[in-house]
């Protein structure tokens, strides 16, 4: 299984860019960082039409993560990071694919250290 991530960084502003790549290099799986869009303006369609199934936790405007499967339907496991149910930032989202388990995180930056960014990282 190859697997790839790729940080696109507004998938509705990269998504020609995005349906070239999974052309050419055609990954079974792939996990996606920082969508930038909502639930519902996640092209679907259009992954889809490339032959992918997919799953994602949007935000607007910010993170977002993505799991999308070549000729297979990722089931999703889980969508948040355990141990804090308060957190609604979307930057992690999980599925079985074909049996494995594959995690996609979108980790913040952290910086400046110290501060409240680099201590939301480390929890």
């Not at 141990?83 to 049996?99: C, K, L, T, W």
């Amino acid at each position: 299984m190859r697997i790839a991530s790729f940080n696109i960084n507004g998938i509705n502003g990269r998504l020609a860019n995005l349906l070239e790549w999974l052309s050419e290099t055609t990954p079974d799986v792939v996990c996606l960082q920082e969508l930038k869009a909502t639930q519902e303006t996640f092209p679907e369609e259009a992954i889809r039409d490339a032959g992918y199934d997919a799953i994602w936790q949007g935000q607007k405007s910010w993170n977002g993560v993505a799991i999308l499967a070549r000729s297979a339907e990722p089931v999703e496991t889980r969508r948040a990071l355990p141990g804090d149910p308060e957190d609604r930032q979307s930057r992690y989202i999980e599925a079985a694919v074909n049996g494995v388990i594959i995690g996609c995180l979108y980790l913040p930056n952290g910086n400046p250290a110290p501060g409240p960014k680099f201590d939301y990282k480390l929890r």
